[in-house]
């Protein structure tokens, strides 16, 4: 949902309907992290570590559209809420040290 959320908002002419579509896109996409949130420490004691990289991606996706609503609006609650998840990132990444994510997530908080 989140992902058609976001595309509709890229063929969106109107600004304040743009803004809308993103900001739906991001609240889909925080809602999928926190049920992945819930899920990991059950994979993570199987061993099944290649959802973190999954995790990773859905993270990078809501950083995005963090960053894509700080461009239209200016508002620095959104470069928040993209570093809280990167840090957050950077801790999944490192409970199975996987350094490339790991410096992926604080390259982009820099």
């Known amino acids: 949902l989140a992902g058609i959320e976001a595309e509709l908002s890229d ?3 109107n600004p304040n309907r743009k803004k809308e579509l ?3 896109a991001a ?3 925080r809602k999928c992290l926190q049920l992945c949130k819930k899920v990991m ?3 993570e004691k199987k061993g099944e570590t290649a959802l973190f990289a999954a995790l990773q991606t859905y993270q990078d996706t809501y950083v995005t559209l963090q960053m894509r609503l700080y ?4 508002k620095p609650e959104y470069l928040r809420k993209a570093i809280k998840v990167l840090q957050e990132a950077v801790e999944s990444a490192s ?3 996987l350094v490339s994510l790991m410096a992926e997530s604080h390259w982009k908080i820099a």
């Open 95 to 97: 409970r199975l040290d």
């Open 71 to 74: 461009d239209i609006t200016g």
């Open 27 to 29: 609240t889909s996409k």
């Open 22 to 24: 993103l900001e739906k």
């Open 41 to 43: 420490p059950y994979f």
């Open 11 to 13: 063929i969106e002419p």
